[in-house]
């Protein structure tokens, strides 16, 4: 049974780094990409990253690139979503998620195989002035 669990987020001030977990179980760790995604009130998911496990190879939106950064521990089939000086609007409920493969290119990302079922619990992030 493939699982993704997630820990880390919480009340944080703005400007104050917060990081993000994902451990993942039930398949080759390495085999899959994991993305992470974020859906504020009102507003549509949207996805901020993702992470090929295979190569490390990392894409971010363009908007975020400059505040977010991923990592991946193989070891412990862990990602990591490191999220720098953020802002109130960054609030919001944060997923990962694994999917056959994803890419970032002319501003939007593009994923293959991504499953309703391997998502994570989601985990709330609040960011205060």
């Known amino acids: 049974e493939v699982q993704l669990v997630q820990s880390g987020g919480g009340l944080v001030q703005a400007g104050r780094s917060l990081r993000l977990s994902c451990a993942v179980s039930g398949f080759t760790f390495g085999d899959y990409s994991i993305g992470w995604f974020r859906q504020a009130p009102g507003k549509e998911r949207e996805q901020v990253s993702c992470i090929n496990t295979r190569d490390g190879t990392t894409y971010y939106s363009d908007s975020l690139k400059d505040r977010f950064t991923r990592s991946s521990d193989n070891a412990k089939n862990t990602v990591f979503l490191q999220m720098n000086s953020p802002r109130p609007e960054d609030t919001a409920v944060y997923h990962c998620?694994?999917?056959?493969?994803?890419?970032?290119?002319?501003?939007?990302?593009?994923?293959?195989?991504?499953?309703?079922?391997?998502w994570g619990q989601g985990t709330q992030v609040t960011v205060y002035a």
């Open positions: 998620a694994a999917m056959i493969r994803c890419s970032y290119s002319r501003g939007e990302f593009h994923r293959v195989g991504l499953r309703s079922d391997w």
